[in-house]
């Protein structure tokens, strides 16, 4: 069940911290409308795991346009082009 309070129950902190546990996030409201979370560290590293593999899926798509658009390289001529950039 969700578990929404308003921003004032922050003043209980010590109560309000209780209820949050990993799966159970308590959403705060400011002035009647959803303005934060509270999340377990469990969950905020899903969180962040899940923000970085989209973003990694995004970067990955904007190479695989690029290849599309540009053309492909080579494993040949990306070894070259890495070998050129060490040596310089």
Known sequence: MT???PVS????????????????????TKNGRGEYV???????KI???NQAAVTFMCE???G???GE????????????DLK???DN
């Open 9 to 28: 129950e922050l003043r209980n902190y010590s109560s309000l911290l209780e209820e949050v546990t990993p799966g159970n996030p308590v959403y705060l």
């Open 69 to 80: 658009r540009d053309g492909w390289l080579t494993s040949d001529q990306i070894r070259k």
């Open 3 to 5: 578990n929404i309070k």
């Open 60 to 62: 990955m798509n904007k």
């Open 84 to 86: 050129e950039r060490r």
């Open 38 to 44: 509270l999340l377990s560290i469990e969950d905020h």
């Open 47 to 49: 969180y962040e795991r």
């Open 64 to 66: 695989i346009l690029a």
